[in-house]
């Protein structure tokens, strides 16, 4: 029994060991797909119009923006530039969470029913007021059409 306490830590230490081994020989994640998808949507924001710069945030949307798409909208809430409808738009889409919440569908709606708002404003405005945790396919053809 003497023995078994010693032999029991060898063994615990072994494998402890190998498996640290095993675990470091795997390769490191690939995160460069979110900063591709961020830098070039910074891109987008300093060539394009707002209602494009919303679009291509739309189609990388999953569950809600990023920290540097918020900062982009942001800018978009204060942009001489930006239309009213594009401001809420753009202010909706900052708190985001997986869908619009009631009341922002509410306002949505309005720029939706709003015969001042461009086209492309009410249909950024639909897209956001039917969003569940993304686009839809349609909804992202739609958004690839506003881009362009």
Do not use: W, Y
């Amino acid at each position: 029994m003497k023995h078994l306490r010693p032999l029991l830590l060898v063994f615990f230490l072994i494998f402890t060991f190998q498996l640290v081994a095993c675990t470091s020989d795997k390769p490191p994640q690939d995160t460069t797909t979110n900063v591709s998808d961020t830098a070039e949507i910074a891109d987008t924001a300093a060539e394009n119009s707002p209602a494009q710069v919303i679009a291509q945030i739309l189609i990388n949307l999953n569950h809600f923006p990023s920290d540097e798409e918020k900062a982009m909208l942001k800018e978009i809430t204060t942009s001489a530039s930006a239309s009213d409808a594009e401001k809420t738009i753009a202010g909706i889409l900052i708190n985001i969470q997986h869908s619009a919440s009631d009341g922002d569908k509410a306002e949505l709606k309005k720029v939706m029913e709003d015969a001042s708002a461009s086209k492309e404003n009410q249909q950024l405005a639909e897209i956001v007021h039917n969003l569940n945790h993304k686009p839809s396919d349609e909804d992202k053809n739609t958004l690839q059409a506003i881009v362009k």
